[in-house]
């Protein structure tokens, strides 16, 4: 039976040979950039400086991590920054597909699509430059001589937004918006594009205006969308560090510092030759916590699109 | 059979002659060696043997009849001191190749991401021969067996006794490392002087320069009242994660020093944790509060602070001497502004940090300067030292290309007029020694290639410095010369590889917070010992102590 089984395995693959040929150099690329680099994993349960042979410590640099105070403020960081970031900008691109879904000027709405889509494909670095200059607290801010001029600030009292704890955040999220709000609407915006027009005449037909519409017909129907877009970003919110990174500096680190830039901080600000050891283990909690949220995501995703997981 | 024996005859000769081919161009025959390195010439700009000092021609042309073996090719890394691809580094790699007889490969990272680089590049295992360090890392690869140790090579070279010749020996003395040395730095250290714009002095009235705290803090407020500006003085950073930490705000620094020190007793110390820097930070916070210091000198890179300089939005920077006197001089005549700078000496209280206990005295930090290492993977170190660590040095043609670039890409002697139609046109007769327009930003000449002839630790045969450096370059020299105290190495321990990322990426914060006025001084330092900070510092001094 076993034997017969085995065969029949067998007849398949020379069936499809062809597939199993073609599936092969990703197989490869696969093991190769995928799967090999886990094995420095292991470096998490080492001393090791990359220069001489590690030296096994079991769990003690895990043990240190759970120590520091860094270590812990840039995990919550981690968390709080990226889920709030996410919850913000799917729901401006919501708000802005729908409003776009209801300009009835096609070039217009095309203008206006492309100019928010653009900040999408500007670097981090430059828009980094670019919010230094607009939340300077000096008068060549354009912000604070705004609120001074309108008489909010006096001219004595600006505020350094991305250099202040309690308005770095907000500023952060403020700038997320700008930039990926218009590159998430295009998922919505083609939803709302497959949305049966029949139901927004059966709509008028009944007596609905706008907002009605809106209410009963183009939110439901956008709610899956919604679900499925929050669920798969949400496995991803562990990966935050160009954004976090070009933004902060060292007035904020308190709640700008995420576990990635803890790393790096690690790695490259002692002077001296970092614990890779060290950092390893760090990026092993990381991705182990990652790995967590897209099995718990994946579980969401299951009961939300009727038994379709994320992998 | 004749054919036979023609034939072999002709095939012994054939290969008799490629044998002789070979020996030829065997590097490790010095009198071969010699014949190249000592017959170039380099234009007028080159050395003339004949007139150079009996020292400096036998080291620049000669090799000593001993087993080193010249290297045929070498990898080197390097930061961008060394000339950048558009600033002409081909034409200098090619001219140092004829010099030398090595080929050379370069890798060359990105000047502000070098250390980053360098890191991956040693975790990598695939090591450069030759690589440039500053202080600390040198300090650190070193004790990791990454360096080969270079003292006994210096110790029995010609070079020793050039630098000896030239007072220079000693700031290669001060690297050593318990008795190791790890690598070869190719000038003094230099470091910052305080520039202040004369025209702003003019306009608030001021006659004479501070001479003590008090005098330069009433010069920042009436600066930034006479002139109305946001903020008089900035810098990249409160302070900085690299040694020597506090060199851009020397005068609210003063005596602190935020890291490890060795005492006059001779144990180690944290100066973080010490009074004199409390007291810094509540100078800092104070500027910031009276809108003085630019509170973005938290966010800021030099480039930034440089470019509001240039464009009159600081009056007082506080930035390195020598060369940089004539490039700010020249970046802020460029934008229409008067270039006149006074050089500030150091104020009374500004006793470099710890560093003035060395000697009693006290004044801006001698950085240590920059070193050439060579790496334990080098194959042929003593080689490397000798033909091309040594060479740079030698006080004749390759110590000339290392200083001044190469003919015709960097430097002339042509008759030319430079920035013609301009008002800074500049004509210089034939046979006059000149530097070229900067390749990668025109408008402005060299000044220097990698070693700044004023920094020199070696004489150079027919040095044209004297026409090539501005007189605001030397005196701004000069002054921190006079002015200066040695910085020293501190050693690498385990327990700093550990902790000291962690360590000093809380000290920029709690010094950065305090100078913004979000947090006190108490609070910081209570945060310091809460967060276990405090702890981890005695942990390195612990490990200092023990060694």
Same mark, same amino acid.
């Given at each position: ?311 | ?51 150079? /000092? ?33 600033? +002409? ?80 020996? +000693? ?42 705290? /008090? ?41 602190? %020093? ?9 144990? %180690? ?68 502004? /008067? ?62 290309? %290392? ?7 960097? %430097? ?89 990322? /962690? ?45």
């Amino acid at each position: 039976m076993k034997e017969k089984k085995k065969n029949n395995t067998m007849a398949k693959i020379y069936k499809y040979r062809g597939f199993y040929l073609m599936f092969l150099p990703v197989f490869v690329f696969a093991i190769i950039f995928f799967y090999a680099p886990m094995l420095g994993i292991r470096y998490a349960f080492t001393d090791y400086n990359g220069i001489k042979e590690p030296t096994f410590t079991g769990i003690q640099n895990f043990l240190r991590m759970f120590s520091m105070h860094n270590f812990w403020s840039a995990f919550w960081n981690t968390i709080q920054i990226s889920i709030i970031k996410l919850l913000l900008t799917t729901a401006f691109a919501v708000i802005v597909s729908i409003l776009l879904n209801e300009i009835a000027n096609l070039l217009f709405k095309k203008v206006v699509q492309t100019i928010i889509y653009l900040p999408h494909f500007m670097s981090w670095v430059v828009t980094a430059s670019i919010f230094s200059l607009i939340l300077s607290p000096s008068s060549s801010g354009l912000v604070n001589t705004f609120l001074v001029n309108i008489g909010v600030l006096d001219a004595n009292s600006t505020i350094y937004f991305l250099g202040t704890s309690k308005w770095w955040r907000p500023a952060y999220y403020i700038i997320n918006i700008w930039k990926e709000t218009g590159w998430q609407t295009v998922i919505f915006m083609a939803t709302l594009a497959g949305i049966n027009t029949d139901l927004y005449e059966a709509a008028a037909i009944d007596g609905a205006g706008r907002w009605a519409k809106m209410r009963y017909i183009t939110f439901p129907q956008l709610r899956n969308t919604i679900l499925t877009v929050i669920i798969l970003n949400l496995a991803k919110v562990m990966n935050l560090f160009e954004s976090a990174f070009v933004l902060q500096n060292n007035a904020v680190l308190d709640v700008a510092n995420v576990l990635e830039t803890y790393i790096y901080y690690q790695s490259f600000n002692s002077g001296s030759i970092p614990n890779y050891g060290y950092t390893t283990a760090v990026g092993l909690f990381k991705s182990l916590v990652g790995c967590v949220l897209v099995l718990v995501c994946n579980h969401w995703s299951k009961k939300v699109r009727e038994g379709r997981g994320i992998v | 059979m004749s054919k036979k024996v023609v034939s072999l005859l002709l095939t012994a000769t054939m290969v008799a002659t490629l044998a002789g081919c070979g020996g030829g161009g065997d590097s490790s025959d010095p009198a071969a060696d010699s014949g190249t390195e000592g017959g170039s010439s380099a234009g007028a700009g080159s050395t003339d043997e004949s007139n150079a /000092d009996e020292s400096t021609a036998d080291a620049g042309t000669e090799t000593p009849a001993d087993d080193v073996e010249k290297p045929e090719e070498i990898t080197i890394m390097v930061d961008g001191t060394v000339f950048t691809e558009e600033n +002409g580094r081909d034409q200098f790699m090619a001219k140092l190749e004829e010099l030398t007889g090595i080929k050379i490969n370069v890798i060359q990272p990105d000047h502000d991401a070098y250390y980053d680089v360098v890191g991956q590049q040693i975790a990598g295992g695939d090591w450069p021969d030759v690589l440039i360090l500053a202080s600390t890392q040198m300090s650190s690869y070193g004790s990791e067996g990454v360096l080969w140790d270079m003292a006994d090579a210096w110790n029995n070279s010609e070079l020793k006794k050039r630098q000896e010749a030239n007072n220079g020996a +000693g700031v290669v003395e001060s690297m050593f490392i318990d008795g190791h040395l790890y690598g070869m730095p190719a000038t003094h250290g230099n470091g910052c002087v305080t520039y202040v714009k004369q025209k702003w002095l003019d306009d608030a009235g001021i006659t004479s320069l501070p001479t003590n705290f /008090d005098e330069y803090y009433d010069m920042l407020l009436k600066l930034k009242e006479a002139e109305g500006v946001d903020y008089v003085v900035a810098a990249s950073g409160f302070l900085n994660a690299e040694a020597p930490y506090i060199n851009y705000f020397p005068e609210f620094y003063q005596d602190a %020093w935020p890291s490890f020190y060795q005492k006059e007793d001779g144990t %180690w110390a944290d100066g973080f944790a010490e009074d004199s820097m409390k007291e810094a930070m509540r100078r800092l916070a104070q500027g910031v509060a009276d809108g003085v210091v630019d509170p973005e000198s938290n966010s800021y890179a030099t480039s930034d602070v440089r470019n509001k300089f240039y464009d009159d939005s600081l009056g007082v920077f506080t930035y390195w001497a020598g060369t940089w006197a004539t490039n700010i001089k020249n970046n802020c005549e460029n934008n229409g502004l /008067d270039g006149t700078m006074a050089v500030m000496p150091p104020i009374a209280e500004v006793t470099a940090g710890v560093q003035g206990q060395h000697d009693g005295n006290g004044g801006y930090i001698d950085r240590v300067s920059p070193a050439w290492c060579i790496t334990t993977q080098c194959e042929n170190p003593e080689g490397v030292f000798k033909y091309f660590i040594e060479a740079m040095q030698d006080g004749a043609d390759t110590q000339f290309l %290392w200083t001044y670039g190469v003919e015709g890409t960097h %430097w002339s002697t042509a008759a030319e007029t430079l920035y013609a139609d301009t008002e800074n046109a500049k004509t210089y007769a034939e046979g006059e020694f000149h530097m070229l327009d900067n390749l990668e930003t025109p408008g402005s000449q060299y000044t220097k290639a990698h070693i700044d002839p004023m920094l020199a630790l070696t004489a150079l045969a027919n040095d044209p410095r004297e026409t090539t450096v501005a007189p605001e370059a030397l005196a701004a020299q000069e002054l921190f010369n006079a002015n200066s105290v040695g910085a020293f190495v501190v050693p690498s321990t385990d327990a700093m590889n550990q902790n000291n990322g /962690d360590l000093m990426t809380e000290k920029q914060s709690l010094v950065t917070k305090v100078a913004l006025g979000q947090m006190t001084v108490e609070e910081a330092y209570e945060e310091y010992e809460s967060q276990g900070y405090a702890q981890m510092s005695q942990e390195i001094v612990d490990s200092l102590n023990a060694q």
